[in-house]
Nanobody
Framework: QVQLVESGGGLVQPWGSLRLSCAVS????????MGWYRHAPGKQRELVASITSTGSPFYVDSVKGRFTVSRDNAKNMVYLQMNSLKPEDTAVYYC?????????WGQGTQVTVSS
């Protein structure tokens, strides 16, 4: 069984920064890729960033240059460093991992960007 637990969300001002963390209960190397999704009220869930087991990252255009995804296999952790935050980044952020076509999900952590 794989469990993912996010942490690090909170309330920040525009242009502020947050780092989200995702702890994987099992071995993170068993997952082909790890990703961060977000879901804001009235909007579709979207993939924000992902990173493969080989370290190849992906970013949605709206966060390129501001967000950085990374993983630490030794600690079974994945991170999302969020800089220059904007109000439109406000959402519940979910950690996800995929293995053999199956997606595992965390419980989500709220990120609110407001002045």
């Amino acid at each position: 069984q794989v469990q993912l637990v996010e942490s690090g969300g909170g309330l920040v001002q525009p242009w502020g920064s947050l780092r989200l963390s995702c702890a994987v209960s099992g071995s993170i190397v068993s997952l082909y890729a790890m990703g961060w999704y977000r879901h804001a009220p009235g909007k579709q869930r979207e993939l924000v960033a992902s990173i493969t087991s080989t370290g190849s990252p992906f970013y949605v255009d709206s966060v390129k240059g501001r967000f950085t995804v990374s993983r630490d296999n030794a600690k079974n952790m994945v991170y999302l460093q969020m800089n220059s935050l904007k109000p439109e980044d406000t959402a519940v952020y979910y950690c996800s991992g995929v293995r053999r076509g199956y997606y595992y999900w965390g419980q989500g952590t709220q990120v609110t960007v407001s002045s």
